[in-house]
């Protein structure tokens, strides 16, 4: 699991690739905070490389949703495939999140 963060613009775009199971999300955890604490700009998760999520990792995305209301900043989900789109749809995720393709 790799993330990859950088700056489009006025949009901070962090590109996951890879399986965002409980191992990796502990090991990404520190990259999640360093976006909450950008959570008041415009953050783009770019999901267009990753294969799988866990709980752990909604968990992490559920977090960086949060910081963002809290700060009045906008969180967009991008490019996610169907198998992850069904599992945002099974745990109402997909109502949360505002998802571009």
Same mark, same amino acid.
């Given at each position: 699991?790799?993330?990859?963060?950088?700056?489009?613009?006025?949009?901070?775009?962090?590109?996951?690739?890879? *399986? #965002?199971?409980?191992?990796?999300?502990? =090991?990404?955890?520190?990259?999640?905070?360093? $976006?909450?604490? +950008? /959570?008041?700009?415009?953050?783009?998760?770019?999901?267009?490389?990753?294969?799988?999520?866990?709980?752990?990792?909604? *968990? #992490?995305?559920?977090?960086?949703?949060? =910081?963002?209301?809290?700060?009045?900043?906008? $969180?967009?989900? +991008? /490019?996610?495939?169907?198998?992850?789109?069904?599992?945002?749809?099974?745990?109402?995720?997909?109502?949360?999140?505002?998802?571009?393709?």
């Amino acid at each position: 699991m790799t993330i990859h963060i950088e700056n489009e613009g006025n949009v901070c775009v962090a590109r996951l690739s890879g *399986r #965002l199971d409980t191992a990796a999300a502990v =090991e990404i955890t520190p990259d999640i905070q360093a $976006l909450a604490e +950008r /959570a008041d700009q415009h953050i783009v998760l770019d999901c267009g490389e990753l294969e799988y999520i866990s709980s752990s990792g909604l *968990r #992490l995305f559920l977090t960086l949703r949060k =910081e963002s209301a809290a700060k009045g900043g906008k $969180l967009q989900v +991008r /490019a996610i495939n169907a198998d992850i789109r069904q599992v945002f749809m099974m745990t109402g995720f997909i109502s949360l999140f505002e998802i571009i393709e």
